[in-house]
């Protein structure tokens, strides 16, 4: 395809998303983007987190222009399916489907070469095992290893070398090729391939000894190593599309669609607009509409976070996705498909997921400076040998030895031991942590942001309280409050019937039940009609007497956030019932312990200012911000990084996904959603506030550890330089120097398994 010039002087701009394939590293990422910003008009970022190019230009700029410019550049790019498009298990998108095959290949590559490597290892090693022409069957094993088990390295070396560039691909490409080159070299031309031989055991090689030295056991084992490590990133890429999956599976599958007077059951994705659907109590509401007839309570819990149903009835507007609990309900279709309440906050997760920075990752980083540094070593070695008068076969052996030494074998253990270790001592204590790309910003995180509902709060609905007028008994009062709404789904109700139960109460038999949507509910209690509802409701429609002092109960009560009913029966009001969220205990503890990491506490919720306000006061946040939409969770997120600060969300909502998906670190609770769950980088099972300060501080624990590996990954390498240019090293003190560094890394990372979450046992 021959590739057109964007069209000027356009003022409309439209962003284009790319799912992109193939690429290694963050200079992949930053290569895509240089090329995709050289095209007239154009403004792309590239996560490399997310695999995903975030592409601004002309409107009616062609799409296949850009995919055209991705291949070019050496990688695979599609235009994703639209969110609504996706069905519920992934299918359909093709970002997932070549996420799920790139770890499939990688997991065979890993097991077939681990099995080959293994005995190679063992025979290169011990010297009791090198039997008569070993070393040939080492060969045969190794091979296999070297070519087709670090292809992926050597197709990514010679994408990079065709742009000039050099990444720790172009590295383990390299050693891996270099050890096995020399290996043949020396099997088929040198004394290696003599029959008896065996490896030395001693500490410096002689200039001329390298021709009877082989290295299968270091090409091998570096590609299995790193294998290991790929395999591991590709599945922590295949869980990034886990939220949006989620989020997809809220939604209804089918409707029941009102048309010509006859119910028919269709499809979510085959309404329009115009389609009038009911939905009967303990159904999911299809799309977002009015209602046209009945009345209602819905719990959108999903959307705003609260535990407290919205009482609906005709003209209220509802959304896809929500939870019909109360009657039955005729709703008009008035969005459908992409422009749908869901649809958005499935964008809001995406974006927010596109929108992280770029994780650039350490060994990356070290990378593009330490490949060119060894490359040219390795070219001084064998033109410093020359020069020096040295043969070209020792020349040849210095140069190789170096590129082999380099290659740094125990970096393909740095990361996944570390955070095997890690999560496998989080999950002992209930933390569970997806990746190790959430661990590059911990270190800095100041801020730590707090949903209310079902994370500071435990989001049930439970009576917290009942205010009885002078004269009354409060156990008749409760007895005969509970003995009515018995008869309710209504989750107010059933957090009154709950306490009345828990008091061991005997609840007397209620005949005739009446539900009063939106106001209330009656039931014949004792031969008396017994009224539970609204204050307004009971004195307007019901001519009941309220005195001044329930009314005050009702203020005190509904200033604080809470739900306030009364009870009345013969005209009077007899008591008022408080219903309402209750605050977890270990909250204000976990609040103090967050304070003394140094953490900034904010408080989110879509409740009421008097709720977050009661709350705020009772765990100790001063920095509250109430009536927060999903969108507004997500601005408050992005605000705070502008101010630059380094942000942990904690939330169980699907309401909070996008915000999770935007921190820096998202931390979900464990009794939460899918979607909170997914959208999240660190999950709290127990959903006990005290661990999320244990989850932050192992997480950090675990970014150093990862952090040390690195650093010694490096510097064994980088000490034995000197001696493998002079060309004395022995290959096989080089591959026992080799071991030794990837046994420090494992035994450094062993000391995650001494975490102690400090709120439990002491400091870790």
Known sequence: MTAEPLAPGSINLTDVELDITGMTCASCANRIERKLNKLPGVEASVNYATEKARVRAPEGADTELFIETVKAAGYSAVIPVPIHERDSTGEGSDSANANDDWASQLLRRLLISTALTIPVVLMSMIPALQFTYWQWLALTLAAPVAVWGAWPFHRAAATNARHFTATMDTLISLGVLAAFGWSLYALFFGGAGETGMHMTMTFFGTPHGGSSEIYLEVASAVTVFILLGKYIEARASRESGAALRALLELGAKDATVLRNGTEQNVAVSALVVGDRVIVRPGEKIASDGLVIDGSSAVDESMLTGESVPVEVGPDSRVTGATLNVGGRLLVEITRVGSDTELARLGRLVEDAQTGKADIQRLADRVSAIFVPVVL?????????????????????????????????????????????????????????????????????????????????????????????????NEELVLARAAAVEAGSEHPV????????????????????????????????????????????????????????????????????????????????????????????????????????????????????????????????????????????????????????????????????????????????????????????????????????????????????????????????????????????????????????????????????????????????
């Open 376 to 472: 040219v070593l390795a070219v001084v070695a064998f033109v410093g040998w020359m020069i020096a008068g040295g043969p070209i076969e020792l020349a040849f052996t210095a140069a190789v030895t170096t590129l082999v030494i380099a290659c740094p074998c125990a970096l393909g253990l740095a990361t996944p031991t570390a955070l095997l270790v890690g999560t496998g001592r989080g999950s002992q204590l209930g933390i569970l942590i997806s990746g190790p790309q959430v661990l590059e910003q911990t270190r800095a995180v100041d801020t730590i942001v707090l949903d209310k509902t079902g994370t500071v709060t435990t989001g049930e609905m439970r009576m917290s309280g009942i205010e009885v007028l002078d004269g009354e």
């Open 493 to 764: 109700g059933r957090a009154v019937v709950g306490a009345a139960l828990e008091r061991g109460i005997d609840l007397p038999t209620a005949t005739e039940f009446t539900a009063h949507s939106g106001s209330g509910v009656q039931a014949t209690v004792d031969g008396t009609i017994v009224l539970v509802g609204r204050a307004s409701w009971l004195t307007t429609d019901q001519n009941v007497t309220v005195s001044d002092a329930a009314l005050a109960f009702v203020e005190k009560a509904e200033a604080a956030g809470s739900t306030a009913m009364v009870i009345a029966w013969d005209g009077h009001a007899r008591g008022v019932l408080i219903v309402g969220d209750t605050v977890k205990a270990s909250s204000a503890d976990a609040i103090a312990e967050f304070v003394r990491l140094g953490l900034r506490p904010v408080l989110l919720t879509g409740d009421n200012a008097g709720a977050a306000a009661s709350v705020a006061s009772v765990v100790g946040i001063t920095d509250v911000h109430a009536g927060i939409t999903p969108q507004g969770k997500l601005d408050v997120i992005r605000q705070l990084q502008a101010e630059g600060r380094v942000v942990a969300m904690v939330g169980d909502g699907v309401n909070d996904s996008a915000a999770l998906a935007a921190a820096d670190l998202g931390i979900a609770m464990g009794a939460g959603t899918d979607a909170a769950i997914a959208a999240s980088d660190i999950t709290v099972v127990s959903g006990d506030l005290l661990v999320v300060a244990d989850a932050v501080r192992l997480a950090k624990r675990t970014l150093g550890i990862i952090r040390g590996n690195l650093f010694w990954a490096f510097a064994y390498n980088v000490a034995a330089l000197p001696i493998a240019m002079l060309g004395l090293l022995n290959p096989l003190i080089a591959g026992a120097a080799m071991a030794f560094s990837s046994v420090f890394v494992v035994m450094n990372s062993l000391r995650l398994r001494r975490f102690t979450g400090s709120t439990r046992a002491g400091s870790a």
